[in-house]
């Protein structure tokens, strides 16, 4: 019986969230990804950071009547990263069926 | 252990997948702002051009459809305002917003070719064909019947034209602004009250 690896990327709560958060929208502002995990801004930062080191999400920094903004979207190679993630964690899963 | 770096069992991954998916899943972000807007423009317009011409007769009462441009710039105006309160950009979003688009460009484009043509007792039959579109592929987007049912009415009522003589064409055009976008406006503006 063969266990795919798990991306260690992905395998941590709050980027996996961050990540499915952003394959079902096109893009969004750091303030609603914070609200949607109930993460803390630090926190936050330092893991989209991490995505965005391994390419995963794309961060542009704009600016708003003054006010910074950040926007997150997906890229291409964290869709399959993420295609990637959910087929390995089925091999854990459903050992047979792969 | 960092919370970040701990290990997660398959079951929790998945249960933060489905989550996450299930937060922006129908969320529905239309207020229904602009059906209202340009269903009440529509129909004051309508009900005066056939209002002056019938009981008044007067000619240019055409006019009255100058109104519409105020509505533009309101729309402008508007979406300007919302496009700076929005914190995401969904793929729903995006597709309706082409929808409508594509709306205006094609009328316009056909109100055009109509106006050159002096062709000007197929304008209402066939803006009422290009009202039903994007209407009915709102409510399929949005998966919102009232949409879908209004974008029905218009292409009805778009058939019934050519049994209806040239002068009552306007209230036609009333009739379908009021199923297709004035009543779902409403219903959307509750849903979306109720929801957020």
């Known amino acids: 019986m063969e266990f795919k690896e798990l991306d260690p990327i992905l395998h941590a709560p709050l980027r996996l969230a961050v990540i499915s958060l ?53 890229t291409p190679r964290g869709v399959d990263a993420f295609e990637n993630y959910v087929k390995a964690l089925q091999s854990y899963m459903h050992p047979g069926e792969l | 252990m960092n919370e970040n770096e701990r290990q997660m069992s398959e079951a929790e991954s998945l249960s933060i997948i489905s989550g996450m998916i299930n937060r922006t ?17 529509i129909l004051v317009c309508c009900i005066a051009q056939f209002v002056s011409l019938q009981y008044f007769n007067y000619q240019k009462g055409y006019q009255v459809w100058f109104l519409t441009w105020l509505a533009v710039i309101y729309q402008f105006i508007y979406l300007a305002k919302r496009k700076k309160r929005k914190k995401v950009k969904t793929y729903t979003d995006e597709i309706i917003g082409f929808v409508w688009l594509t709306f205006m460009i094609c009328g316009f484009i056909m109100v055009f070719i109509l106006i050159k043509q002096k062709a000007y007792e197929n304008i209402n039959p066939l803006i009422l064909v ?34 209806v003589p040239f002068e009552y064409h306007l209230l036609l055009l009333a009739c379908a602004v009021i199923a297709a976008w004035i009543i779902p406006g409403y219903l959307l503006r509750a849903k979306f009250k109720k929801e957020n």
């Open chain 2, 130 to 163: 290009l009202y039903g579109m994007p209407t009915f592929l709102s409510g399929i987007i949005l998966k919102f019947r009232p949409l879908i049912i209004g974008g029905i009415c218009c292409w009805l009522l778009a058939l019934a034209s050519p049994f």
């Open chain 2, 25 to 41: 899943k129908n969320r529905l972000s239309e207020t229904g702002t602009l059906y209202l807007l340009w269903g009440w423009v």
């Open chain 1, 22 to 74: 952003l394959l079902s929208v096109k893009e969004a502002e750091f303030t609603f990804i914070k609200e949607k995990t109930n993460s803390t801004a630090g926190n936050l930062s330092v893991q989209i950071s991490k995505l965005k080191e391994a390419e995963y999400i794309e961060v542009t920094k704009q600016f708003r009547d003054n006010y910074p903004l950040t926007i997150c979207k997906i």
